[in-house]
């Protein structure tokens, strides 16, 4: 029990705490919205990612990201979509709104 107790206190609170949403260095793209479209469209290999915003955060502890994507729907049809994606502080995501 006394062991449990030390290796619990010995885990660094970074690693116990997820990161809040951000851009990746390599292509914009933020982590939390790429795994929710995977998760969320009919066809998910075929998402193209055209562009990124920076993301935002909002006054009320939120962020908020603006992505333009091209994939093909459940028809075969190529679609261009742009969203707009709000998140919590740990990355949940809480909105997603389609726009022009």
């Not at 790429?34 to 935002?56: E, F, G, N």
């Not at 729907?73 to 709000?86: A, D, F, G, P, T």
Request: aromatic fraction near 8%; include cysteine; charged fraction near 25%.
């Amino acid at each position: 029990m006394l062991v449990v107790l030390v290796l619990a206190w010995m885990v660094p609170l970074s690693t116990a705490r997820a990161d809040s949403p951000h851009n990746d260095t390599r292509d914009d793209s933020v982590e939390q919205v790429v795994m929710y479209h995977q998760k969320s469209v009919a066809k998910p290999d075929s998402i193209h990612y055209l562009s990124w915003t920076p993301v935002r955060l909002l006054d009320n502890g939120h962020y908020k990201v603006t992505v333009r994507f091209r994939l093909k729907n459940r028809y075969e049809r190529s679609v261009l979509k742009k969203q707009i994606v709000i998140m919590d502080e740990v990355g949940a995501i809480l909105k997603v709104m389609d726009c022009r």
